[in-house]
């Protein structure tokens, strides 16, 4: 069994930068996929990025491309995502989410982390 423990979330300021962490233990962690989702209130969950737990292609959200970056340290089974100019509509809860890449690009991934709120006021 898969567990997520995120890190990392809290409020910041429009433009400002946040880091994120999410720590993978259980299963074959290194075979798995791993990706970032969010969602915003009164708004259904939203694809932010995804990458194989031992690096590799990366793949994110239109609205996110280019200010976001998802890494991993599979040393430290953690999979990070750098969110940079960060504005208002980033604001959401962010989740970290694991499983067979098919399942992760497909926005159904079996195993979820407790989620990290992310307000980023205007």
């Known amino acids: 069994q898969v567990q997520l423990v995120e890190s990392g979330g809290g409020l910041v300021q429009a433009g400002g930068s946040l880091r994120l962490s999410c720590a993978a233990s259980?299963?074959?962690?290194?075979?798995?996929?791993m990706g970032w989702f969010r969602q915003a209130a009164g708004k259904e969950r939203e694809f932010v990025a995804s990458?194989?737990?031992?690096?590799?292609?990366?793949y994110y959200g239109d609205s996110v491309r280019g200010r976001f970056t998802i890494f991993t340290d599979s040393a430290r089974n953690t999979v990070y995502l750098g969110m940079n100019s960060l504005k208002p509509e980033d604001t959401a809860v962010y989740y970290c989410?694991?499983?067979?890449?098919?399942?992760?690009?497909?926005?159904?991934?079996?195993?979820w982390g407790q989620g990290l709120q992310v307000p980023v006021p205007s």
């Open positions: 990458i194989s737990f031992i690096g590799g292609n990366t």
């Open positions: 989410a694991a499983d067979a890449r098919f399942l992760v690009q497909s926005g159904k991934p079996r195993y």
């Open positions: 259980g299963g074959m962690i290194s075979s798995y996929f």
